[in-house]
């Protein structure tokens, strides 16, 4: 790919895949192990832009970058780090919607690795089953931390949530802002990102409008 198809891919957000793209070997070296390639690597981009890795405010910038994206950041890439889910038995016949709005995005632009920060609203409607409410939260945060495109991100909470819940009738909008527009590129401070992925009841006009009635509130800016 030359230089002109790499910033056109970048500048327009494009993704490839609904997975997260992972090579088969992602996993192989401990975290330590990465936080010690990571820091070896950044040290290297640092002396590269002309600073001075020796002085004291410097120094340790290295770990700290690489421990915070294999920690922090980026914790999402490893399977191992999903949120144990606990689903109940809809016991009480609750059938009508089931609304989760305002949930933190934190994330990253997989394409300048630049934050993505907004808000998520998940909304469900029970069939057998139900979720605490504080799990969609920490689903939402676990698919968030990983480098994102927008459209995969809401797609991934979408049918992680459908399959925990054994319904289709899931719907999550993601409202956001993207700092590799508002900080390069067009440069543009005020703008957002809106997408949205559905599915079962969610389809019908009725349901969804239903939906958009007890967000209204969430996009008063």
Known sequence: M???????????????SIKTPMR??????????????????????????????????????????AKM????????LNPKNRPKISTFPNTYGYQRMLVEQDITIDSSCEHHFLPIIGKAHVGYIPKN???????????????????????RLCLQILEDLQNTLETDDVI???HAKHLCVSSRGIKDKDSFTTTLEYGGKFKEDRFREEFYGLLKSSFKE
């Not at 910033?7 to 327009?12: A, I, K, P, S």
């Not at 994206?69 to 999402?76: A, N, P, Q, S, W």
């Not at 504080?134 to 994102?148: A, E, F, G």
Request: net charge negative.
């Open 2 to 16: 030359d230089k002109s198809q790499i910033e056109v891919l970048g500048d327009n957000h494009i993704g490839t």
């Open 24 to 65: 088969t070997d992602a996993f192989e070296l401990t975290d330590e192990e990465k936080i010690e390639n990571i820091q070896f690597h950044f040290s290297k981009i640092m002396e590269e832009m002309g600073l001075d890795l020796t002085d004291e405010s410097l120094s340790g910038t290295p770990y700290r970058f």
């Open 69 to 76: 994206y294999i920690k922090e950041l980026f914790y999402g």
């Open 129 to 151: 089953k139900v979720v605490g409410l504080s799990k969609i939260n920490r689903l939402v945060d676990y698919y968030s931390h990983r480098p994102q495109v927008q459209e």
């Open 172 to 174: 999550v909008i993601v």
